[in-house]
């Protein structure tokens, strides 16, 4: 393929490609909100990703550079998207994902994890890069994606994209001499970046390990909610559930759930109520409601009620009170 050739391809094929660029994005970003649960996806990406059509001078300046015989497979980035998350713990779950999707087909051409295990002496660009075709041909919206087109998805944590922003271009595609005081400068500035990810990283482990038993028990208490209640009343605040976990820690023990099921069982009216006021009070349509009727049976209204963490849902207690046919001694 001639360069003239190459060029007239790039322009027909543009709006292909972004349509490939944003279908890759979409079935990424679809598989990890089904992985993270709980997790919102917008928190977990710190950069909303979006496709990026390489501009044509630049393409063809590249194949003069490469010699390319066949640039249309060889241009592996003529669109490429990019995943920015917060920590290295959190690239290895976006890489699972492309390298398991059946739609296409996924080859890691930049995995800054081995070269780390080849070279721990060297403090380098990270990144982690794939290049994805599809298995066949792809009709998205009457756009035909052939096997032969490329696109690249790169993975950085927040920290890498920093760095290569401020360093990638004029260190790795110099207009000029690079002095080694620079790349020196710039190697230290890598290890100090590494060694604040590693920190961050046990940090963030630490955090999880202390919080797993209270997130379990709302994922049970979702359970129980979605067969009880319904999964479609369900309007998920995060904060209100923790807020309630998190001051009633204490009464989470071993075998909860289940108490909280057979109570339920036994109450038959209580889930007919939750459910009749879902739409109508936000606290209702919470998990952690079902909880709340539970321990004030359990623990007593008072010792709720004095403990209470959410001021804003004063009207929602006392109706749970009145649905258990109990009240506080002192308010």
Known sequence: MTPDDFKKYLEESREIFLRWGEYVIDQIVGKLRVSLGYEPTPLFIKIPPLPRIKDIDSALGKIGRKQYDDPVRQVTD??????????????????????????????????????????????????????????????????????????????????????????????????????????????????LMETTDDLFCSTMQLLYDTNKPRNDFLSDLTAIYTEKIGQNLIKLDIKTNYAVLDEFRGYVEYGISD?????????????????????????????????????????????????????????????????????????
């Open 78 to 191: 003529i669109v490429g998207v990019r995943f920015v998350v917060l920590l290295s713990d959190n690239i290895e779950m976006i890489g699972n994902i492309i390298s398991s999707e059946e739609a296409w087909i996924a080859v890691a051409s930049k995995d800054y994890q081995d070269e780390i295990d080849k070279n721990p002496k060297l403090f380098d660009y990270q990144s982690q890069h794939f290049e994805v075709r599809p298995v066949a041909d792809l009709n998205i919206d009457g756009f035909v994606i052939t096997k032969d087109m490329c696109c690249e998805v790169q993975i950085r944590t927040l920290l890498q994209h920093a760095y290569a922003e401020l360093v990638h271009d004029s260190l790795y595609k110099p207009v000029g001499p690079v002095p080694a005081k620079a790349e020196r400068q710039v190697a230290k500035s890598m290890a």
């Open 259 to 331: 108490k909280i099921s057979e109570f339920l069982e036994t109450k038959k009216y209580i889930p007919k109520k939750i459910e009749s006021r879902a739409s109508s009070y936000p606290f209702f349509a919470q998990p952690v409601s079902v909880f709340i009727y539970w321990l004030i049976d359990k623990a007593g209204p008072d010792k709720v009620h004095k403990c209470w963490p959410l001021p804003g849902y004063w009207r929602e207690l006392d109706i749970i009170f009145s649905d258990l046919d109990c009240k506080p001694t002192h308010t």
